[in-house]
């Protein structure tokens, strides 16, 4: 599967932003999704995660209350719906496809099969 994701750019503290994730190629309901963001000088870190059907999700601590994920299997694409964004989300956001999982949901990137270039969030203060 071939994954692009987009929507990022420059917002101010307080705003907000939808990521979208276009998928291509093999069925994409068949993937658990995920996404995660990597911030200047930081290591890669779990944002959230979606089931197949959507139905179970999960997310970090940090942005819990304020993020929500969910996907359109019509569609072939995944979302992030990002409020009350904050200059510490600032990071390149990364979508991520697992074929083969054994879990709803995956929070680990080595457990991800496939993933897209990125797209950069920043948050102004």
């Known amino acids: 599967v071939q994954l692009q994701a987009s929507g990022g750019g420059l917002v101010q503290a307080g705003g907000s932003l939808r990521l979208s994730c276009a998928a291509s190629?093999?069925?994409?309901?068949?993937?658990?999704m995920g996404w995660f963001r990597q911030a200047p000088g930081k290591e890669r870190e779990f944002v959230a995660g979606?089931?197949?059907?959507?139905?179970?999700?999960d997310y970090s601590d940090s942005v819990k209350g304020r993020f929500a994920i969910s996907r359109d299997n019509t569609k072939n694409t995944l979302y992030l719906q990002m409020n009350s964004l904050r200059p510490e989300d600032t990071a390149v956001y990364y979508c991520?496809?697992?074929?083969?999982?054994?879990?709803?949901?995956?929070?680990?990137?080595?457990?991800?099969?496939?993933w897209g270039p990125g797209t950069l969030v920043t948050v102004s203060s």
């Open positions: 991520a496809a697992a074929w083969a999982a054994r879990a709803p949901v995956l929070y680990t990137w080595a457990s991800y099969d496939y």
């Open positions: 190629g093999r069925t994409f309901s068949s993937y658990v």
């Open positions: 979606i089931n197949r059907t959507g139905v179970r999700k």
